[in-house]
């Protein structure tokens, strides 16, 4: 459980959490945001896999990609409802 956890949060504080959210933040469609989040997830996780599938555990890479598409999907209803504002 605690492994779970550590991942998620280490997500969240790394690239597919921060930078998801300002790539989120750059677009007014949800989908295309969902998508830059999806790839961001992958991205850092082959970063930190140094670029080999084989280094790449099942957890980490779902975690990754969970978290991006949250984070982007988060910024983009931030900029729609902002400018709403």
Do not use: D, Q
Not at 23 to 51: C, D, P, Q, S
Not at 55 to 81: F, P, Q, W
């Amino acid at each position: 459980m605690l492994e779970i956890l550590g991942t998620i949060g280490g997500n969240i504080l790394s690239l597919p959490g921060i930078l998801g959210l300002a790539l989120g933040m750059m677009t007014r469609k949800l989908w295309l945001a969902a998508i830059m989040g999806a790839v961001v997830g992958v991205l850092e996780t082959l970063a930190f896999a140094h670029w080999s599938f084989a280094n790449v555990e099942a957890l980490e890479l779902s975690a990754g990609i969970l978290v991006g598409v949250i984070a982007c999907s988060l910024g983009c209803l931030i900029r729609l409802k902002g400018a709403t504002v």
